[in-house]
DNA sequence: CTGATACATTGACAGGCGTCAATATTTAGA
DNA sequence: TCTAAATATTGACGCCTGTCAATGTATCAG
């Protein structure tokens, strides 16, 4: 605690990781459950990629060709490929070829461990 | 929509605002809308940052003093102050001065505000 | 096989972010 | 008022990220 230290003290209770995936306001976080779930919340952190989501969520069949994202995105095919990635790699979106067209759908799992990761 | 375009069309559901905040999984977000929110998951995105949360949120009082924060989180002074002031400007925690120190508590309902952006 | 379409990958660039040392500010106590 | 302690701010640095143009890959139509 070096040189400084307050009157109160910190609370040193057991760090216990939830039973599928950490929390942050449960038990203190480890430094490595930190790292993963802070580069989960890093594929929420670019609006391109929030309206990816949004756009999914709002799509009737529940799945959005990649050729649609590009002009609502308002960004070029590379980038919103990019985007799509970074969601993949995140578990967040899954992709299914079909023909010369990649449809992409969320996946609502990991989205709700996103949630529940930040439960009080 | 450019020159490409897939079978199936996309939603234009009419896009309305949450009562409270944008949902990502709710109509589809407008730019703003999704600027703001991934402006706040990325005080989420970084362990350092998720760790402070938790080192609160564990903490039996409710608050953590500056102080204790250094320690745990292996990081200099300065460096703890800047995620904090990250995460005050992002309404997620709040400061109270009492004497020299500064002391740290969750704002829970901005974290719910977050959790509830990604309800489906 | 050839050409066209849809998507992914690469390379390059600018801007943002995390980090620390140094310094400034605030507060309490002598 | 002067000193020390706690916190915030500034400046500088390297790294990461979002972006696009160019190119590569895959699929279908002919």
Known sequence: MSKQTAT?????APTATTACCPSVLGAPMETADAAELA????????????RVL???AASPEGE??????V????????????H???????GLVQSERRGKWVWYS?????????RTAIDG
Chains 1, 2 share one sequence.
Request: glycine share 4%; aromatic share 4%; hydrophobic share 40%.
């Open 8 to 12: 109160k003290v910190r609370s040193t």
């Open 39 to 50: 580069s989960r919340f890093s594929a929420l952190a670019d609006p391109a990629r929030l």
């Open 54 to 56: 949004s756009l999914i």
């Open 64 to 69: 959005v060709c990649v050729c649609d994202f």
């Open 71 to 82: 002009g609502p995105l308002g960004k070029s095919q590379p980038t919103v490929s990019h």
């Open 84 to 90: 799509l990635k970074i969601l993949s790699d995140a």
């Open 106 to 114: 969320l996946n609502r799992a990991r989205l709700s461990e996103l």
